[in-house]
């Protein structure tokens, strides 16, 4: 029945495009896919995927803050908060029974609404789901970017059946990370190890919300790698291997080692008929620094906001889909107060060469928030040199 909705959905899209010419056609493709990704399951983490694209969302969004609703005025915890373990406060080794009873109450199931735009059929609500780690007593919780991006609204459940409605604190689209509170204390946060110090073969049990309904599901495997890189969004993420199963709506969850310490954040996983055992975790080191960052300042310092919503079209294929005549990079939406345009396809950035969003990712690696930067874009047929200014990223 979902299937089918879907597959109403992108035929209304495709009709109402060709209904308006170019500029209609290629919204009416964008409208498909945003519809297609936003349409998720109840039961599942919408945004794990296959091999090669883990993360199966369309294109990379930096462009604003989600519209959940951002905390303002709750009760800030210091980042000094974080358990952080110290020889001093290490555990000995442990059972996995042991880092079950030790972890469980630090992992919380999310779950969100999000208020789609149907076209002809207005507006309707989608659900997802997915899970998080405690990481302050006081209600801070950590959990991956994807799982509430463009959520209205999100509800966490604790261990103990309890529901609380939270607020966003701050979230970072490069690491795929957010850091979200509730308004409630005394809760047991997971102590952060060190993801250094990790090695290959050694015990990983993941616990978390798989398949949006199985809070509170662990399950044992072994480190299998320490740095793979994934590319997700056109994005290279260096991120642990693991053989512990993880599963829709894994994201966000917590993966502890033996020692009942959090050493990565569930990101994703890479499935397929043939295909088990490969679950991926952001290394806890990297996700403290976040953190830390998110606490501090509601985002990252330093990150980039492109200004815009990028789309890749890398065959003939996609392009036929999209109903555009030529491969690369396009501007699927972009922000007031800039010269790119929906439609857009972005040829040059100060004279490189792009025709990925990871191209486009690596040029802005060499950039900061306030250069201006020289793009020449591809429109109705046009070549046009434009200068683009590049904005501190509060996402």
């Given at each position: 029945m979902k299937k089918r909705f879907i597959a109403l959905i992108i035929a209304a899209a495709i009709v109402a495009g060709a209904a308006a010419g170019f500029g209609g056609v290629y919204f009416g493709g964008i409208l498909a896919d945003k519809l297609v990704s936003s349409y998720s399951n109840p039961q599942a983490d919408e945004n794990d995927g296959s091999p090669g694209n883990i993360e199966n969302r369309p294109g990379i969004d930096n462009s604003g803050a989600a519209?959940?609703?951002?905390?303002?005025?709750?009760?800030?915890?210091?980042?000094?908060?974080?358990?952080?373990?110290?020889?001093?406060?290490k555990n000995g080794e442990l059972t996995i029974p042991e880092i079950a009873a030790l972890t469980a109450s630090s992992v919380v199931e999310?779950?969100?609404?999000?208020?789609?735009?149907?076209?002809?059929?207005?507006?309707?609500?989608?659900?997802?789901?997915?899970?998080?780690?405690?990481?302050?007593?006081?209600?801070?919780?950590?959990?991956?970017?994807?799982?509430?991006?463009?959520?209205s609204k999100i509800t966490v459940r604790l261990d103990n059946g309890q529901d609380f409605e939270a607020a966003l604190i701050g979230r970072d689209s490069k690491t795929d990370l957010a850091v979200i509170k509730i308004n409630?204390?005394?809760?047991?946060?997971?102590?952060?190890?060190?993801?250094?110090?990790?090695?290959?073969?050694?015990?990983?049990?993941?616990?978390?919300?798989?398949?949006?309904?199985?809070?509170?599901?662990?399950?044992?495997?072994?480190?299998?790698?320490?740095?793979?890189?994934i590319e997700?969004?056109?994005?290279?993420?260096?991120?642990?291997?693991?053989?512990?199963?993880?599963?829709?709506?894994?994201?966000?969850?917590?993966?502890?080692?033996?020692?009942?310490?959090?050493?990565?954040?569930?990101?994703?996983?890479?499935?397929?008929?043939?295909?088990?055992?490969?679950g991926f975790a952001i290394p806890a080191n990297l996700a403290?620094?976040?953190?830390?960052?998110?606490?501090?300042?509601?985002?990252?310092?330093?990150?980039?906001?492109?200004?815009?919503?990028?789309?890749?079209v890398p065959d003939q294929m996609t392009a036929r889909m999209y109903r555009v005549s030529a491969t690369g990079v396009y501007v699927s939406r972009a922000d007031e107060g800039n010269k790119l345009q929906q439609g857009?396809?972005?040829?040059?950035?100060?004279?490189?060469?792009?025709?990925?969003?990871?191209?486009?990712?690596?040029?802005?690696?060499?950039?900061?928030?306030?250069?201006?930067?020289?793009?020449?874009?591809?429109?109705?047929?046009?070549?046009?040199?434009?200068?683009?200014?590049?904005?501190?990223a509060r996402s």
């Open positions: 519209d959940i609703p951002v905390a303002s005025d709750l009760p800030g915890d210091d980042v000094s908060k974080l358990n952080v373990v110290t020889d001093a406060n999310i779950y969100t609404e999000s208020v789609v735009s149907g076209g002809r059929m207005g507006q309707f609500i989608t659900e997802g789901a997915g899970s998080g780690v405690i990481v302050t007593d006081g209600g801070y919780i950590i959990t991956n970017n994807h799982v509430i991006e463009g959520a409630a204390t005394g809760l047991n946060p997971a102590a952060f190890g060190d993801s250094n110090q990790l090695v290959v073969g050694e015990l990983a049990v993941a616990i978390g919300n798989p398949l949006g309904k199985l809070g509170g599901t662990v399950s044992e495997g072994i480190i299998s790698a320490l740095s793979r890189n997700i969004d056109g994005t290279v993420m260096t991120l642990l291997q693991t053989t512990a199963a993880v599963n829709p709506g894994n994201s966000g969850g917590g993966l502890f080692n033996r020692f009942g310490e959090l050493i990565g954040v569930v990101n994703a996983k890479s499935s397929g008929s043939d295909i088990e055992g490969i403290r620094t976040i953190i830390e960052s998110l606490m501090k300042y509601g985002y990252v310092p330093g990150r980039i906001d492109f200004g815009a919503v990028l789309v890749d857009d396809r972005i040829i040059t950035i100060n004279g490189e060469e792009v025709s990925s969003i990871a191209d486009i990712n690596e040029l802005l690696e060499k950039y900061t928030a306030g250069d201006v930067i020289v793009i020449i874009i591809s429109r109705n047929s046009d070549t046009i040199t434009i200068d683009h200014l590049l904005k501190q």
